[in-house]
């Protein structure tokens, strides 16, 4: 079958990314001409609280995975003492399935470094340190010449733009990561761009009050400062007129989001669209549909590590409220992988706990012991080497391990165990066809 090539539909950032043909680098000179930077302008002639509370207001929820409101986390910031202050860019992007970042980089890198000049005069930090995954080998050079025409046009470095706003000046420097999926969990990065092991740190105190080299830092995910920009542009209820409200009472999915899909579908891509689409209609009218005209099986929501969508949710609303209504972990990072009818889940399930065992830092012994089990468990499963008391042991052991288990510091462990819990639970018969019915019954012979 030949390779379809990725379709991305751009609505809110400034490239023209539609047609995969046209699709070029924009550098700072095309970026200008279609109004890039003028919003950065426009920001410097705002006090830095008006365009924290313009996106407190936005209800702008991050789009690195974890959905925490963004204004909410630049507000923890405490005041300034005439210290370092830090933006630390995550553009790590390690999840399994996820590639929207990378598009972002690849095609408008100007976009995200307005938003990161914009986010820096608004709170008051003056260096970014924008920290890129280390297979990222072209993006990184789109991002160094980027950074490198910005400083040539004061946007950053002194005398920069900013330096008109109360002599602020703010300086942005690439990071290259360590090449570790551990590197993107926040404050894992934070120890990585200081030289050391990527190894999460206890929390609190949390960043925005003791991050990078001790001192306040905001972290903050590409896709999300790139929509720092457009908000400012236009307002906050320009951006609360996309996405959707909370259907079960939360707060709510406002604004655009890029859904990278992958797996089983005609037309695989990165597509913008408002937050609560129903996955099935990303799939049938971005998608082109199932491949093959196959029948929808299952899919991960947004990441490997959120759990997967069992057949009967192929209509799930993908906003932030799907962890709650699907018995998911949550959105993620909104990167769909769909799987058809002839998908082996068994395979799925160990494929990602191989990933989950490989990637985990080791500080954490129930993670460190626990993901490479729940591997060796899973390979026997699909072997057809297992009972069923090992199946009833992998299920203990996944819900065993995790920061909502009060047992590791970051959240690896809960990746891998929601992975597993809902592929499993979801697709309990596969599962049961590979394993032995146990000599001993649960119980017996116990002391």
């Not at 690195?64 to 923890?76: H, I, M, T, V």
């Amino acid at each position: 079958m030949p390779v379809t090539e990725p379709v991305l539909c751009k609505r809110i950032p400034t490239a023209p990314w539609g047609d995969p043909k046209d699709r070029h680098i924009v550098g700072y000179d095309e970026f200008v001409k279609t109004e890039g930077y003028e919003t950065l302008r426009a920001a410097l002639d705002m006090t830095p609280e008006a365009i924290v509370d313009m996106v407190k207001d936005s209800q702008l929820r991050g789009r690195g995975g974890a959905g925490f409101p963004c204004g909410l986390k630049w507000s923890f910031l405490p005041e300034p003492d005439g210290g370092r202050r830090y933006l630390a860019v995550n553009c790590d992007e390690a999840e399994p399935g996820t590639f929207k970042d990378r598009l972002l980089i690849d095609f408008d890198p100007h976009l995200v470094l307005e938003g990161i000049a914009i986010t820096c005069y608004a709170c008051r930090l003056d260096t970014a340190f924008f920290f890129i995954r280390g297979e990222y080998r072209h993006q990184i050079k789109v991002v160094e010449t980027a950074i490198r025409e910005a400083y040539a046009h004061g946007i950053f470095g002194k005398p920069g733009m900013l330096k008109g706003a109360s002599d602020f000046v703010a300086e942005c420097y690439l990071h290259r990561s360590a090449g570790a999926y551990i590197c993107g969990e926040e404050t894992g990065l934070l120890e990585c761009i200081e030289g050391k092991r990527a190894w999460p740190r206890v929390k609190p105190p949390f960043p925005a009050v003791k991050g990078l080299f001790g001192r306040p830092t905001i972290v903050n995910n590409v896709e999300t400062l790139a929509a720092v920009g457009p908000i400012v542009r236009h307002g906050a209820d320009w951006w609360k007129s996309m996405g959707c409200e909370s259907s079960i009472g939360g707060p709510p999915s406002f604004g655009p989001k890029l859904m990278g899909v992958s797996g089983h579908v005609n037309r695989p891509g990165c597509y913008e669209v408002d937050l609560g689409i129903p996955l099935r209609k990303l799939v049938e009218d971005y998608c082109g549909g199932m491949r093959g005209g196959k029948k929808f099986k299952g899919a991960i929501a947004g990441g490997v590590s959120m759990g997967a969508l069992g057949p009967d949710q192929f209509d799930a609303e993908m906003d932030f409220d799907i962890g709650r209504k699907y018995q998911v972990m949550g959105l993620g990072t909104a990167c769909p992988t769909i799987f058809d009818q002839d998908t082996d889940m068994v395979a799925v399930a160990r494929n990602i706990a191989r990933f989950f065992a490989n990637e985990s830092c080791g500080q954490c012994t129930p993670c460190r012991e626990g993901t490479s089990w729940v591997y060796k468990l899973l390979v026997r499963i699909e072997q057809g080497n297992a009972t069923s008391k090992d199946l009833d042991l992998l299920l203990e052991l996944a819900g065993s391990m995790g920061i909502m288990s009060g047992t590791t510091i970051c959240g690896l462990a809960d990746g891998n165990n929601w992975a597993i819990r809902t592929i499993v639970n979801k697709f309990r018969d596969e599962f049961e066809a590979r394993v032995r019915p146990s000599l001993v019954p649960l119980g017996v012979g116990a002391t």
